[in-house]
């Protein structure tokens, strides 16, 4: 009988973490998808209605002309002066004070997956929601404020660890849990299931 649950156990466990990422990827897909098709699909059909006179809508078009207008932007910024107008488009959008901080976090964010590195230092334990309860996090940053040492712990969501809170603590409070990072999210994604 330990053979049988075992063997579903693991099982189980292997087809949840093909599953889930792959849940993960169509969910983004359909919703960028839906977005792009949504925002410029509608724009074409205008502009279709008023050269033909007629209604039609094309699924799939908006989506399309959103994939050309990605490709124009790549060979614009491919060349000398393309480049030159895309970092002075930049510096205007650094100048604006809510667009700044939403721009340099979204760049910041694509270039951790350009550079395919882990933006994550090691796992940890933290006091969280309240004293003597431990949950597992993720060390993002450590800063300095007013004097006092601080470590950015991101603790995820269980079983999607894609969503959780990024939260300040005091270096002292911050336990090394002797799990590497990949262990820690398999945890996290298992929910608490494949302990290492």
Known sequence: ???????????????????????ITIFILKFLFNLADGILGSYIDQLFSLVTHQELHIPGLGMITGAVVIYLTGVLATNIIGSKL??????LLTRIPLVKSIYSSSKQLIKVFQDGKSS????????????????IGFVTAEVVQNGVSMVVVYIPTMPNPTSGFALYFRAEDVEDSGMSVEDAVKFVVSGGVVVP
Do not use: S
């Not at 649950?5 to 093909?18: A, E, M, N, S, V």
């Not at 895309?86 to 510096?91: D, P, T, V």
């Not at 230092?121 to 003597?132: D, H, S, T, Y």
């Open 120 to 135: 994550y230092r090691k796992a940890v334990f933290v006091e969280w929601p309240r004293p003597g309860v431990k949950a």
């Open 86 to 91: 895309l970092k002075i488009g930049e510096e």
């Open 1 to 23: 009988m330990d053979i049988i649950i075992r063997h579903l156990r693991k099982t189980f466990i292997t087809g949840l973490f093909i599953i889930i990422p792959i849940g």
